[in-house]
């Protein structure tokens, strides 16, 4: 391979990003959201390749059969206007009729949103026709179909940036993670599929030339598979990894529809990659008598919580403990509040830190999501044996502080992998964590220290930002603006949560502040 390939494939990539990034714009002309827009392109593209597929005379003939002939790619092409729409229509309720199925998976629920039948023949002919979807190789297609989701994140009335994950630092935890051939891999709130295809990416880099037949063909048939609540979600979950070779279009769904803190997991995990959605509280929308729309607080008795509460975040915590199988390892994006509140989450971190060894936190800055005034971290831990004598399992906790002094903002100065590569060298991945050495940024903490904290409080900060001391550190004025956005949204979140405790109601949308003039 030569040197020029990957600059070329990258421009490629954006070219056609680029591409289905105008088709997008036409569309929202039409009245469609972005993610409507991914949703749409995601049924027509799966069609689209299934006619690769089944055209390549290298393809085995039990595999060319994943769409019936009346519903494939070229009986849609070949139709136009009014017939084409009418014909569309058909073949979504038809293909919608496989549960359990990387179809089924895509096509649930399915419904046309493009009401003009010229931009559909437009889409068909154009832009989905035109391109060779499986020849050029999955990076190409699944990047470019990845920085669309990206570009749709950024859709923030529809909320869509909930779903996404900055590839910056998913690619940082895989990193420090180093999954193994032999892992298998979950993600319980996948959303578009970000960690689960990074952690298979990371794999065929480091492994692949060493793998046989049979082990590369497990990496996408089961070993690595995710769940997501939204049923669009979960689809454009499914597409992503279909477009980056991970499952068979015919082949069981890697990724399963439903809420993942209903029941116990039936199947466990030896990586647990996850950032659960934002949003405090569990809920459900219920219709009283009188016909008006409540919200219903969801807490959820399982018998493997140590704690009981409406906390979203913790119980998702809770649930990826159950998840990992005994010396499985997790890498968790999780909210401030989950570090320091009392009650439940007091139970849930006494039990981390006795149970697991909960070895390193990652204070996370502001500035990086789509959902604003979010301040996060990631905590890695590993899921151990009881020890004798009921001793705890966490001896040390590494505290990397990426947050004091550091500002990022979603446009302007985006997080870059660059930007985490002190963190991983500094978490020494594939080393002894005895060997790690402390530095102004990275700090360790003995149990004994944590356990006599006031209630196991893990939030823990010794930096100070200069730029509140020196006048010539003055930020510019657009990541000032930002900071006090993100920070008024998360005093906003604070006092919602605490209002609805108290039976009130919460009639702003606290996610309502948007910057002006920045992202």
């Given at each position: 391979?030569t040197?020029?390939?990957?600059?070329?494939a990258h421009?490629q990539?954006?070219?056609?990003?680029a591409?289905?990034?105008?088709?997008?714009n036409?569309?929202?002309?039409?009245?469609?959201?972005t993610?409507?827009?991914?949703?749409?392109?995601?049924?027509?593209?799966?069609?689209?390749?299934?006619?690769e597929?089944?055209?390549?005379?290298?393809?085995?003939?039990?595999?060319?059969?994943?769409?019936?002939?009346?519903?494939d790619?070229?009986?849609?092409?070949?139709?136009k206007?009014?017939?084409?729409?009418?014909?569309y229509?058909?073949?979504?309720?038809?293909?919608?009729?496989?549960?359990g199925?990387?179809?089924?998976?895509?096509?649930?629920?399915?419904?046309?949103?493009?009401?003009?039948?010229?931009?559909?023949?437009?889409?068909?002919?154009?832009?989905?026709?035109?391109?060779?979807?499986?020849?050029?190789?999955?990076?190409?297609?699944g990047?470019?179909y990845?920085?669309l989701?990206?570009?749709?994140?950024?859709?923030?009335?529809?909320?869509?940036?909930?779903?996404?994950?900055?590839r910056?630092?998913?690619?940082?935890?895989?990193?420090?993670?180093?999954?193994?051939?032999?892992?298998?891999?979950?993600?319980?709130?996948?959303?578009?599929?970000?960690?689960?295809?990074?952690?298979h990416?990371?794999?065929?880099?480091?492994h692949?030339?060493?793998?046989?037949?049979?082990?590369?063909?497990?990496?996408?048939s089961?070993?690595?598979?995710?769940?997501?609540?939204?049923?669009?979600?979960?689809?454009?979950?499914?597409?992503?990894m279909?477009?980056?070779g991970?499952?068979?279009?015919?082949?069981?769904?890697?990724?399963t529809?439903?809420?993942?803190l209903a029941?116990?997991?039936?199947r466990?995990?030896?990586?647990?990659?996850?950032n659960?959605?934002?949003?405090?509280?569990?809920?459900?929308?219920?219709?009283?008598?009188?016909?008006k729309?409540?919200?219903?607080?969801?807490?959820?008795?399982?018998?493997?919580?140590?704690?009981?509460?409406?906390?979203?975040?913790l119980?998702?915590?809770?649930?990826?403990?159950?998840?990992?199988?005994?010396?499985?390892?997790?890498?968790?994006?999780?909210?401030?509040?989950?570090?320091?509140?009392?009650?439940?989450?007091?139970?849930?971190r006494?039990r981390?830190?006795?149970?697991f060894?909960?070895?390193?936190?990652?204070r996370?800055?502001?500035?990086?999501?789509?959902?604003g005034?979010?301040?996060?971290?990631?905590?890695?831990?590993?899921k151990?044996?009881?020890?004798?004598?009921?001793?705890h399992n966490?001896s040390?906790?590494?505290?990397?502080?990426?947050?004091?002094?550091k500002h990022?903002?979603?446009?302007?100065?985006?997080?870059?992998?660059?930007?985490?590569?002190?963190?991983?060298?500094a978490?020494?991945?594939?080393?002894?964590?005895?060997?790690?050495?402390?530095?102004?940024?990275?700090?360790?903490?003995?149990?004994d220290?944590?356990?006599a904290?006031?209630?196991v409080n893990l939030?823990?900060?010794w930096?100070k930002d200069?730029?509140?001391?020196d006048a010539?550190?003055?930020?510019p004025?657009?990541?000032i603006?930002?900071?006090?956005v993100?920070d008024?949204?998360?005093?906003?979140?604070?006092?919602a949560?605490?209002?609805?405790a108290?039976?009130?109601?919460?009639?702003?949308?606290?996610?309502?502040?948007q910057?002006?003039?920045t992202?």
């Amino acid at each position: 391979m030569t040197p020029a390939i990957p600059a070329q494939a990258h421009a490629q990539t954006n070219t056609l990003v680029a591409k289905l990034w105008n088709y997008c714009n036409v569309l929202r002309d039409n009245g469609l959201s972005t993610i409507e827009y991914v949703e749409q392109l995601s049924y027509l593209l799966f069609l689209k390749m299934a006619d690769e597929i089944a055209s390549d005379p290298f393809t085995e003939e039990e595999a060319k059969t994943v769409v019936p002939a009346e519903y494939d790619w070229k009986n849609l092409a070949s139709k136009k206007g009014l017939e084409l729409e009418a014909h569309y229509r058909d073949t979504l309720t038809a293909l919608a009729k496989n549960p359990g199925t990387t179809l089924g998976t895509i096509f649930a629920k399915s419904q046309n949103r493009i009401t003009e039948p010229a931009l559909l023949e437009k889409l068909v002919v154009d832009l989905i026709g035109k391109e060779d979807w499986t020849i050029q190789g999955t990076d190409l297609k699944g990047d470019a179909y990845e920085g669309l989701l990206a570009k749709g994140a950024e859709d923030t009335k529809t909320g869509a940036g909930q779903y996404f994950t900055p590839r910056a630092l998913i690619d940082a935890m895989v990193d420090v993670m180093q999954p193994r051939p032999e892992d298998t891999i979950t993600d319980p709130a996948c959303g578009t599929g970000g960690f689960l295809i990074s952690a298979h990416s990371y794999i065929r880099k480091h492994h692949m030339q060493n793998l046989s037949r049979d082990q590369r063909l497990a990496l996408g048939s089961g070993k690595i598979w995710g769940n997501e609540l939204v049923t669009g979600t979960a689809r454009l979950a499914a597409m992503n990894m279909l477009l980056h070779g991970i499952g068979d279009a015919d082949g069981p769904s890697l990724i399963t529809e439903g809420d993942a803190l209903a029941e116990q997991p039936g199947r466990h995990a030896s990586l647990v990659l996850a950032n659960p959605p934002f949003g405090k509280k569990s809920a459900i929308t219920v219709i009283g008598t009188d016909g008006k729309a409540e919200k219903e607080d969801i807490s959820y008795e399982r018998g493997d919580f140590r704690a009981t509460t409406t906390n979203k975040q913790l119980n998702f915590l809770q649930h990826i403990m159950s998840l990992m199988e005994m010396n499985g390892r997790a890498a968790v994006v999780l909210p401030d509040n989950v570090l320091f509140e009392g009650g439940a989450g007091e139970k849930v971190r006494r039990r981390l830190l006795e149970d697991f060894d909960l070895h390193t936190i990652l204070r996370l800055p502001t500035g990086i999501f789509y959902a604003g005034g979010v301040k996060a971290n990631v905590l890695f831990f590993e899921k151990k044996p009881p020890r004798s004598g009921g001793a705890h399992n966490t001896s040390k906790l590494w505290v990397y502080d990426f947050r004091t002094a550091k500002h990022f903002t979603l446009k302007q100065h985006p997080l870059r992998r660059a930007d985490l590569e002190d963190f991983v060298q500094a978490y020494l991945p594939g080393q002894s964590i005895s060997e790690r050495v402390e530095t102004e940024r990275f700090k360790s903490f003995d149990y004994d220290e944590l356990i006599a904290r006031d209630k196991v409080n893990l939030d823990i900060t010794w930096m100070k930002d200069p730029a509140l001391d020196d006048a010539d550190s003055l930020l510019p004025p657009e990541v000032i603006a930002q900071e006090i956005v993100e920070d008024l949204q998360a005093a906003l979140s604070e006092f919602a949560a605490i209002a609805e405790a108290l039976g009130g109601e919460v009639a702003a949308d606290t996610d309502a502040i948007q910057p002006t003039g920045t992202d």
